[in-house]
């Protein structure tokens, strides 16, 4: 069984940068792809950022296109989320998910991932 524990948010002025950490235990996250989603206040759980198992694909939403970074070790079985020039509509808790394995695809589709973490608040003051 798979858990995944996110770190690594707070309060921060716009501007500003954060590095979000997702650590997993168990055996299948060097093998999974791995994404970032984030949830604002009376909105839905939308796509941030995914990486494959090996890191040969990775993609963005358009909205943090050109900010955000995002990594993986799986020798640490951590993955990053490096989030530079934050804004206040970027405000919301972020979630990591573990999604399917061995693909050379990139998964935006929510549903497609099956493991969660609890969730790291990241709030951006103007």
């Known amino acids: 069984q798979v858990q995944l524990v996110e770190s690594g948010g707070g309060l921060v002025q716009a501007g500003a940068s954060l590095r979000l950490s997702c650590a997993a235990s168990?055996?299948?996250?060097?093998?999974?792809?791995m994404g970032w989603f984030r949830q604002a206040p009376g909105k839905e759980r939308e796509f941030v950022a995914a990486?494959?198992?090996?890191?040969?694909?990775?993609e963005y939403a358009d909205s943090v296109q050109g900010r955000f970074t995002i990594s993986r070790d799986n020798a640490k079985k951590t993955m990053y989320l490096q989030m530079n020039s934050l804004n206040p509509e970027d405000t919301a808790v972020y979630y990591c998910?573990?999604?399917?394995?061995?693909?050379?695809?990139?998964?935006?589709?929510?549903?497609?991932?099956?493991?969660w973490g609890q969730g790291t608040q990241v709030t951006v003051s103007s």
């Open positions: 998910a573990l999604g399917a394995r061995i693909s050379a695809i990139v998964d935006r589709t929510l549903g497609n991932y099956y493991a």
């Open positions: 168990g055996r299948t996250f060097s093998i999974s792809t």
């Open positions: 990486i494959t198992w090996n890191g040969g694909s990775i």
